[in-house]
């Protein structure tokens, strides 16, 4: 029987205050949302965490469900997808009988109606087994939120509405061969002929690729070069079996093998008008504006990695041993273990406070760069801490830490570089001075 989520949805929305555990604070249903500090059942401390409210019952049960099935279907298999680069469809499936799949699609269409606080809660855990097999399951999730945030009533329905009947996939298209972080430099075209846009391009490195049923483009519509971003760029829904599309081939890549990456060609496609979003010029707005939702769920899935890289190597230091005691014992690999819980801890910290603003209708495009960026860094030295830690072995394939390495490097990569994360955090900062 499928899993349905409204439960979790309502009560994460209301943000009903629970009475705290012993020893912690209490607070009345009135109190300013800031000033909040409760419990947070995670990893391997419970133990309260300053502004942020306490779990519900019903995320609880959802953290529960996501950690289960990580264990039980997720890291039986996930060296089995890692070394065939098979898209993993029987999980999949599975993840979408439960409700792991349209987790932020609204109950009015089918979906979970969870907030991105509840889908960060979800994806630690998933990502704990494998980062790839997670990415198959949610990235969907980056397509969909264009449509959820900007489409309107009749686009919803379209295609929000049929993502929770089956098993299907969205993908997300705006980087190009040429283009990532530089979004203004989008060589995609579409020009308006009647009641259809032409739309003609390539887009590269798209998550979901070759699995998508449709896409969310973003294309230029305003020939002239000197044109702003904010009204040169128009955001599309392409169904994928229009005439034109063509999918590339699944390209190989360094970790994350079991998600389905590759190139997308648009050779003069007509789209219908009615698949533009919001309106021609508010593509750049809309493209950037999905990232504040999903930024967040990317580093809840660096914690999930860096959580798993931290278990593994603590688990190996009090097996392993030498000089007639454990490896854990030497001073060494007890403050390289010491870093690695503190970085989990804290990247856990800068997820939730991203998406707590987000749950509250504040703007959180600096904390989402902020957990993207500091979440994704700290997967990648626990991943590769973890692998100094299991010495010689940890470079081999037989043990889990080498594919947790490979996994990690581009968490800093999709949805915005470690870079570009920087300068957004910086325009923030500078921008709202005297504004703290």
């Known amino acids: 029987?499928?899993?349905?989520?409204?439960?979790?949805?309502?009560?994460?929305?209301?943000?009903?205050?629970?009475?705290?555990?012993?020893?912690?604070?209490?607070?009345?249903?009135?109190?300013?949302?800031?000033?909040?500090?409760?419990?947070?059942?995670?990893?391997?401390?419970?133990?309260?965490?300053?502004?942020?409210?306490?779990?519900?019952?019903?995320?609880?049960?959802?953290?529960?469900?996501?950690?289960?099935?990580?264990?039980?279907?997720?890291?039986?298999?996930?060296?089995?997808?890692?070394?065939?680069?098979?898209?993993?469809?029987?999980?999949?499936?599975?993840?979408?009988?439960?409700?792991?799949?349209?987790?932020?699609?609204?109950?009015?269409?089918?979906?979970?109606g969870l907030s991105t606080l509840d889908a960060c809660i979800v994806t630690e855990e998933l990502a704990y087994g494998c980062t790839g097999i997670t990415s198959a399951i949610t990235s969907a999730g980056l397509g969909q939120t264009p449509v959820i945030h900007f489409g309107n009533e009749e686009q919803k329905r379209k295609y929000l509405t049929p993502m929770t009947q089956e098993p299907m996939h969205a993908a997300y298209c705006v980087t190009e061969p040429t283009c990532g972080s530089d979004v203004n430099g989008v060589q995609t075209r579409a020009v308006k002929k009647g009641d259809h846009y032409v739309l003609s391009g390539q887009k590269m490195w798209i998550t979901g690729g070759g699995v998508a049923r449709w896409y969310f483009v973003l294309a230029r519509t305003d020939p002239d070069p000197m044109a702003p971003a904010s009204k040169a760029f128009t955001g599309f829904i392409v169904d994928a079996d229009f005439p034109g599309v063509i999918k590339g081939r699944k390209e190989l890549n360094m970790g994350q093998r079991a998600s389905?990456?590759?190139?997308?060609?648009?050779?003069?496609?007509?789209?219908?008008?009615?698949?533009?979003?919001?309106?021609?010029?508010?593509?750049?707005?809309?493209?950037?504006?999905?990232?504040?939702?999903?930024?967040?769920?990317?580093?809840?899935?660096?914690?999930?990695?860096?959580?798993?890289?931290?278990?593994?190597?603590?688990?190996y230091a009090t097996e392993r041993k030498t000089f007639g005691v454990p490896i854990g014992e030497h001073q060494g690999v007890a403050f390289m273990l010491a870093d690695m819980a503190i970085g989990v801890e804290l990247a856990r910290l800068s997820?939730?406070?991203?998406?707590?603003?987000?749950?509250?209708?504040?703007?959180?495009?600096?904390?989402?760069?902020?957990?993207?960026?500091?979440?994704?860094?700290?997967?990648?030295?626990?991943?590769?801490?973890?692998?100094?830690?299991?010495?010689?072995?940890?470079?081999?394939?037989?043990?889990?830490?080498?594919k947790l390495?490979?996994?990690?490097?581009?968490?800093?990569?999709?949805?915005?570089?470690?870079?570009?994360?920087?300068?957004?955090?910086?325009?923030?900062?500078?921008?709202n001075v005297g504004n703290r």
């Not at 990456?261 to 050779?267: A, D, I, L, Q, S």
């Not at 959180?364 to 299991?390: G, L, M, P, R």
């Not at 390495?405 to 921008?431: C, F, H, N, P, W």
């Open 1 to 112: 029987m499928r899993f349905h989520l409204t439960a979790a949805r309502r009560a994460s929305r209301l943000m009903c205050l629970q009475t705290p555990a012993c020893g912690r604070r209490s607070f009345s249903s009135d109190a300013d949302p800031s000033s909040v500090s409760t419990g947070y059942h995670f990893g391997l401390l419970n133990y309260g965490i300053g502004g942020l409210p306490e779990l519900t019952s019903e995320q609880k049960q959802l953290q529960d469900m996501a950690r289960k099935f990580a264990r039980e279907e997720i890291i039986p298999k996930a060296a089995h997808y890692d070394k065939t680069g098979e898209f993993p469809w029987d999980i999949v499936k599975k993840g979408f009988e439960i409700g792991l799949m349209n987790q932020r699609v609204p109950t009015e269409y089918g979906g979970g």
């Open 260 to 315: 389905d990456v590759r190139g997308v060609t648009f050779e003069d496609v007509l789209v219908p008008k009615q698949n533009v979003l919001m309106s021609e010029g508010a593509g750049f707005r809309i493209a950037m504006g999905a990232f504040d939702a999903t930024r967040p769920p990317v580093a809840a899935s660096a914690t999930g990695l860096a959580k798993r890289a931290l278990e593994e190597a603590t688990k």
């Open 351 to 402: 997820y939730v406070k991203a998406a707590w603003q987000n749950l509250y209708g504040q703007r959180n495009t600096y904390t989402a760069s902020i957990a993207k960026a500091f979440a994704s860094e700290v997967a990648n030295k626990c991943a590769a801490d973890a692998v100094q830690i299991f010495g010689g072995s940890g470079f081999n394939s037989e043990y889990p830490v080498e």
């Open 405 to 431: 390495m490979r996994d990690a490097k581009i968490l800093m990569i999709y949805e915005g570089t470690s870079q570009i994360q920087r300068v957004i955090i910086a325009r923030e900062l500078l921008k």
